[in-house]
């Protein structure tokens, strides 16, 4: 069974750090692009970051640039969401996606394989 597992949400004050995981069992994510959404309280998704099979990534939020970087480790079959000065508008259910191919996607619709989603709130 192909599953995605996150971890590594919770309550952190402004200005605070988080690193999600995005665990993956029953295939290997070696030859898939991985996409962090997220959804915010009455927001649509949105995607946050794309990273490819190579470790390259891209962003799509610019409000998340320079504080938001993604990375994997194919050997752990897990890819990483490191968040650091983190913002009240930050709080939503984070999500990881997979799909096959190396060609990043911004659009849900474009991914096959979806995680749980973890929470992450940022409050004082």
């Known amino acids: 069974q192909l599953q995605l597992v996150e971890s590594g949400g919770g309550l952190v004050q402004p200005g605070g750090s988080l690193r999600l995981s995005c665990a993956a069992s029953g295939f290997s994510l070696d030859y898939y692009r991985i996409g962090w959404f997220r959804q915010g309280p009455g927001k649509e998704r949105e995607a946050v970051s794309c990273i490819r099979g190579s470790g390259s990534t891209t962003n799509y939020v610019s409000s998340v640039k320079g504080r938001f970087t993604g990375s994997r480790d194919n050997a752990k079959n897990t890819v990483y969401l490191q968040m650091n000065s983190l913002k009240p508008e930050d709080t939503a259910v984070y999500y990881c996606?997979?799909?096959?191919?190396?060609?990043?996607?911004?659009?849900?619709?474009?991914?096959?394989?979806w995680g749980q989603g973890t929470q992450v709130t940022v409050s004082s």
């Open positions: 996606a997979a799909e096959l191919g190396n060609a990043c996607s911004g659009r849900p619709i474009d991914y096959t394989y």
